[in-house]
């Protein structure tokens, strides 16, 4: 099974290709249908990990460095991209140029991954 995004190299991109799941401890009073079930409820839920992995990481915002390039999801400058010329944690909020317009503080729960 393949989960690759080619579009963002932090994902992860591939499942490994065969289904290996150690367990250990005394498993002999298991029949092979429970064991199996076993097995199978594991990779599900190591599926479901992966999914919520790259989802966050998806949506996760780049490092708000001077020059980096980001998308600003609300306020008047919404669908507009900007750049970010310095960042304040403490307030957490960036100092963005967008495209048209002049730099103007902007919270960053309103930016986005350009």
Known sequence: M???HSNN???RTELPAED????????????P???EQ???SLKNM???SLARYDSVMRRRLPSLAPGVKVSVLRGPLMHQVAVVKEADYISER?????????AQWIRFGALGPA
């Not at 960036?94 to 002049?102: E, M, N, R, T, Y």
Request: proline residues 6%; without cysteine.
């Open 2 to 4: 393949s989960a690759s």
């Open 9 to 11: 190299p932090l994902l």
């Open 20 to 31: 290996v799941v150690e367990i250990r401890g005394a498993l002999t009073e298991l029949d």
């Open 33 to 35: 249908h429970s064991l």
């Open 38 to 40: 076993r097995r199978a």
């Open 46 to 48: 190591l599926e479901s």
């Open 94 to 102: 960036a100092l963005v140029v967008p495209d048209k317009g002049q």
